[in-house]
């Protein structure tokens, strides 16, 4: 008899474990996630100022191969970081957008994810950038790759599971003597 209660009470705080740690391992997931979600918009924010504040001074087509150095100086060879930009004056351009992504540039500044290559998702912010004397309006893109925020969560998740179920495993044996 005595069995049979310890069983069930071992089932008992199992239960009761499983439930604590996965709403703790939930919420934990859930903070980290939009915590690296702003920290990502963060820093194409921060990018995104900074090329603003460089096209923005830039009024004449003999400064724009500058504003290209610039551009290419901060984008890194790995393409983490990418940059666009379009105009009705193709002297105006930086990083040769494909037709579908010159389709996604039009509209107001915003930011979202975009997946120009499949699986390859991009966090993205969208700025336009008002004309300056003899440089029309140009519209500036900058995308981050979000695979390494993806792999950080994925880490994250796989250690929460694991130490999930560690917890809910003690509990049960302590419960079971």
């Known amino acids: 008899m005595r069995r ?16 604590v740690f996965s709403l703790n391992a939930a919420a934990l997931y859930r903070v980290l996630h939009t915590e690296i979600d702003q920290h990502q918009y963060a820093q194409l924010d921060t990018k995104r100022r900074l090329m603003q504040v460089i096209i923005g001074r830039c009024a004449a087509p003999d400064k724009w191969a500058g504003v290209v150095a610039k551009l290419d100086a901060v984008t890194p060879g790995d393409g983490s970081t990418q940059f666009w930009v379009t105009s009705n004056d193709p002297h105006f351009e930086y990083g040769n957008p494909s037709p579908s992504l010159r389709a996604l540039m039009q509209g107001n500044s915003r930011s979202g994810t975009l997946e120009l290559q499949p699986g390859r998702i991009q966090k993205s ?15 500036m893109l900058v995308a981050t790759d979000a695979s ?6 994925r880490a994250f998740l796989t250690a929460l599971v694991l130490l999930s ?8 044996l302590l419960g079971h003597y």
Do not use: C, H, W
Not at 4 to 12: D, F, V
Not at 165 to 172: E, K, N, R, S, Y
């Open 165 to 172: 179920a560690a917890g809910v495993a003690l509990v049960a």
């Open 148 to 153: 390494l925020y993806s792999q950080t969560m």
């Open 4 to 19: 049979s209660i310890a069983k069930r009470l071992a089932a008992l705080f199992a239960g009761a474990g499983l439930l």
């Open 125 to 139: 912010m969208l700025q336009v950038i008002e004309a300056n004397q003899d440089r029309p309006a140009v519209r």
